[in-house]
């Protein structure tokens, strides 16, 4: 029977799970190898550990991206900055009295299986501070680091950056501010959020910035119809009903057309409206590109001592930085080689969570995942689910099927990554737990609720509608979401306006009483 559980990271993902395990009646403790919670929300200037960099702000909104039973302040703007986050995190640490569970311990050493294992299920945790080694046995263990752990250097990719090259390169994990790039020519390595982000905040002070990317991208704008974030417009539950009956053909169609409604992707060097695509929240982009502070180029063939010599034959001269903006590789050295081996990625998880080969369930990966709307929502949705697993609420089913599942997902012909569909993964793991909202009973029985639901946001409050776990607010969360992401907005009232709640300009569900 799981009783004492061990969190291994106080960031978001962790903090939840610390609640999750309250929740369920469970003993937690957190360990924090760093001095304070947050994680990489935690920013610092001088730090060998991953964090934000001094500007970044959300890509999904906070009604979009809160805790399901905790809303952020309604006076925080729609999009946070990263210090606001943390300062979320924190109320949201001291609301539920979560810091009492936490352990900051330097130098966190190993989680391993007990001789026992195969019918005990437990683990014994290995940690070390001033000196002082412990050893300390749990009966299951929740693994929160992410995936944004170690920076992803494909050096061997790029002929001549090691050997040849006299600049300066590095990785975005170690980008803090604009002040180093004062004056210099620069080029960017790919072109994701971080990618275009930093290149548009580069080309404020930089001589000249380079964009290269050998992916096609679309380039929308965080802000939508009528003003509204653009998840709490485009991420409903009709509108991946529409993707799902819909014929892929016709939604790429859609989508082709209503990306270039603003501007032509083609014509910037962005998309073509017959290649597979990445989505940029970054509307600075395309004025960056029409005022030449951004030049966009192919990928990069090779480099010499000054120079880029891009596949289609160009090069660009005076280079003095090169900014890998290629993303993380995740890593678990704290586990056993016998376990953490096995986990290539999220794939090799069943429902990208409880590792399928382990003779009992007793580990869970929370936060290995990149879906189309909040990793925060879904941490929390896995943690609830888990704990009530580690509880005895909810059941896995057999080792066996667990593995066929995931040697499904593994199978080569599925052109399939750790990016997912927010509402289906959410939903999936939701019905596990046991609280995924019914829409058709809700419009039968409270249709306001039902209609908003349907055709309003996804957002997190919905998983807090019913069973274990529900949330006496929730309702009223869900019908006055729109209310609090225009409350930021209202600072200057205009005599006789009323706020509008009709970002799709009609059908009384946006509508909040």
Same mark, same amino acid.
């Given at each position: 029977?799981?009783?004492?559980?061990?969190?291994?990271?106080?960031?978001?993902?962790?903090?939840?799970?610390?609640?999750?395990?309250?929740?369920?009646?469970?003993?937690?403790?957190?360990?924090?190898?760093?001095?304070?919670?947050?994680?990489?929300?935690?920013?610092?200037?001088?730090?060998?550990?991953?964090?934000?960099?001094?500007?970044?702000?959300?890509?999904?909104?906070?009604?979009?991206?809160?805790?399901?039973?905790?809303?952020?302040?309604?006076?925080?703007?729609?999009?946070?900055?990263?210090?606001?986050?943390?300062?979320?995190?924190?109320?949201?640490?001291?609301?539920?009295?979560?810091?009492?569970?936490?352990?900051?311990?330097?130098?966190?050493?190993?989680?391993?299986?007990?001789?026992?294992?195969?019918?005990?299920?437990?683990?014994?945790?290995?940690?070390?501070?001033?000196?002082?080694?412990?050893?300390?046995?749990?009966?299951?263990?929740?693994?929160?680091?992410?995936?944004?752990?170690?920076?992803?250097?494909?050096?061997?990719?790029?002929?001549?950056?090691?050997?040849?090259?006299?600049?300066?390169?590095?990785?975005?994990?170690?980008?803090?501010?604009?002040?180093?790039?004062?004056?210099?020519?620069?080029?960017?390595?790919?072109?994701?959020?971080?990618?275009?982000?930093?290149?548009?905040?580069?080309?404020?002070?930089?001589?000249?910035?380079?964009?290269?990317?050998?992916?096609?991208?679309?380039?929308?704008?965080?802000?939508?119809?009528?003003?509204?974030?653009?998840?709490?417009?485009?991420?409903?539950? /009709?509108?991946?009903? +529409?993707?799902?009956? !819909? #014929?892929?053909? &016709?939604?790429?169609?859609?989508?082709?057309? $209503?990306? %270039?409604?603003?501007?032509?992707?083609?014509?910037?060097?962005?998309?073509?409206?017959?290649?597979? /695509?990445?989505?940029? +929240?970054?509307?600075? !982009? #395309?004025?960056? &590109?029409?005022?030449?502070?951004?030049?966009? $180029?192919? %990928?990069?063939?090779?480099?010499?001592?000054?120079?880029?010599?891009?596949?289609?034959?160009?090069?660009?001269?005076?280079?003095?930085?090169?900014?890998?903006?290629?993303?993380?590789?995740?890593?678990?050295?704290?586990?056993?080689?016998?376990?953490?081996?096995?986990?290539?990625?999220?794939?090799?998880?069943?429902?990208?969570?409880?590792?399928?080969?382990?003779?009992?369930?007793?580990?869970?990966?929370?936060?290995?995942?990149?879906?189309?709307?909040?990793?925060?929502?879904?941490?929390?949705?896995?943690?609830?689910?888990?704990?009530?697993?580690?509880?005895?609420?909810?059941?896995?089913?057999?080792?066996?099927?667990?593995?066929?599942?995931?040697?499904?997902?593994?199978?080569?012909?599925?052109?399939?990554?750790?990016?997912?569909?927010?509402?289906?993964?959410?939903?999936?793991?939701?019905?596990?737990?046991?609280?995924?909202?019914?829409?058709?009973?809700?419009?039968?029985?409270?249709?306001?609720?039902?209609?908003?639901?349907?055709?309003?946001?996804?957002?997190?409050?919905?998983?807090?509608?019913?069973?274990?776990?529900?949330?006496?607010?929730?309702?009223?969360?869900?019908?006055?979401?729109?209310?609090?992401?225009?409350?930021?907005?209202?600072?200057?009232?205009?005599?006789?306006?009323?706020?509008?709640?009709?970002?799709?300009?009609?059908?009384?569900?946006?509508?909040?009483?």
């Amino acid at each position: 029977m799981v009783q004492r559980v061990a969190v291994i990271g106080a960031g978001a993902g962790g903090l939840a799970s610390v609640k999750c395990c309250l929740d369920e009646g469970l003993e937690p403790t957190c360990f924090e190898s760093s001095e304070d919670i947050g994680g990489i929300w935690r920013y610092t200037v001088n730090s060998r550990r991953t964090t934000v960099y001094r500007s970044v702000i959300t890509n999904t909104s906070k009604e979009m991206s809160c805790f399901s039973d905790f809303p952020f302040p309604e006076d925080f703007p729609n999009y946070l900055p990263h210090s606001l986050v943390l300062e979320y995190l924190r109320m949201y640490a001291r609301h539920f009295d979560l810091l009492r569970h936490v352990s900051m311990i330097p130098d966190f050493l190993s989680v391993r299986k007990r001789p026992d294992f195969s019918t005990s299920g437990q683990w014994e945790v290995v940690t070390e501070s001033r000196g002082v080694r412990e050893s300390h046995v749990f009966d299951a263990v929740m693994v929160c680091t992410g995936h944004y752990q170690e920076p992803h250097l494909p050096l061997a990719s790029f002929p001549g950056i090691e050997s040849r090259f006299k600049g300066q390169y590095l990785h975005s994990w170690e980008y803090r501010d604009v002040q180093a790039f004062r004056g210099k020519r620069v080029l960017v390595l790919g072109i994701g959020n971080t990618g275009g982000d930093l290149s548009v905040e580069l080309s404020r002070v930089a001589a000249k910035v380079f964009l290269s990317t050998r992916s096609h991208t679309w380039v929308v704008s965080r802000v939508s119809d009528h003003g509204f974030p653009l998840d709490m417009v485009s991420t409903t539950r /009709f509108n991946s009903l +529409l993707d799902w009956l !819909l #014929p892929s053909a &016709l939604t790429r169609r859609i989508t082709f057309r $209503k990306f %270039n409604s603003r501007f032509n992707h083609t014509n910037y060097g962005l998309a073509s409206s017959k290649r597979c /695509f990445f989505l940029v +929240l970054l509307l600075e !982009l #395309p004025f960056c &590109l029409l005022s030449g502070t951004v030049v966009l $180029k192919p %990928n990069v063939k090779e480099f010499t001592e000054s120079s880029a010599v891009f596949e289609d034959g160009t090069t660009e001269g005076n280079i003095d930085v090169v900014l890998f903006a290629t993303g993380y590789n995740f890593s678990f050295p704290f586990l056993e080689e016998s376990v953490g081996g096995t986990i290539h990625d999220n794939r090799s998880l069943y429902n990208c969570i409880f590792p399928p080969q382990l003779e009992q369930p007793t580990l869970a990966i929370i936060g290995l995942i990149q879906l189309t709307g909040s990793i925060m929502v879904a941490s929390e949705m896995q943690a609830r689910w888990v704990t009530g697993v580690f509880a005895g609420w909810n059941k896995l089913p057999p080792p066996s099927r667990m593995m066929a599942e995931v040697l499904k997902r593994k199978n080569p012909s599925e052109r399939e990554n750790l990016k997912m569909s927010f509402i289906s993964y959410v939903d999936k793991i939701s019905a596990c737990a046991g609280v995924k909202p019914s829409v058709w009973r809700l419009l039968l029985t409270d249709p306001q609720l039902g209609l908003a639901i349907f055709f309003g946001p996804c957002s997190p409050y919905q998983y807090r509608l019913e069973g274990r776990g529900s949330w006496s607010g929730a309702r009223a969360a869900i019908l006055t979401q729109r209310q609090r992401s225009l409350r930021p907005l209202r600072t200057r009232m205009l005599l006789g306006d009323k706020p509008s709640l009709t970002p799709c300009g009609s059908g009384s569900w946006w509508q909040s009483h």
